[in-house]
């Protein structure tokens, strides 16, 4: 056992605190509006409050979920809608690139892993897919605008 902080029992990893302070103070200096660090199965996240959006993108990067993340929790319905949530705190696209066609428009039949717009979160472009099949009903973020987590971005009626 190391004298770096207490260890996660369902990780087996040790959580260094005191790295996680330098994270937080490098984070207010810095201005970026987040910070991941991941060792083996250790991920750490620290977020501002808030994020002002980026001007150009640089490189994209796949959404996985933090290994300490709690449980999926079950589809969010709106009346008979599923809600796709914005993982991160960043700038919402339709499209790959500007002039470019937008991935989805209301009408659209989605599956499951298509990709529906992007997230740009520190210059890192989030691909975020949709997590149901059925018909895109509502995009409820504005192109190039910024998002906040866990905010709304598209209504899907769901196949039956």
Partial sequence: MSDRGPSLEHSKV???????????????????????????????????????????????????????????????????LHMVRSPVVGTFYRAPAPGEEPYVEVGDLVEVGQTLCIVEAMKLMNEIPADSSGEIVEILAENAKGVEYDQPLFNIRPEV
């Fill in 14 to 80: 040790e959580l260094p605190l005191d790295d996680v302070g330098r994270l937080v103070k490098l984070l207010a200096e810095s201005g970026v509006g987040e910070i991941r660090v991941r060792q083996g199965e250790l991920e750490i996240t620290v977020k501002a409050k808030a994020e002002a959006p980026a001007e150009q993108p640089a490189s994209r990067v796949e959404i996985v979920p933090e290994v300490d993340a709690p449980a999926e929790r079950p589809a969010e319905r709106n009346g008979e």
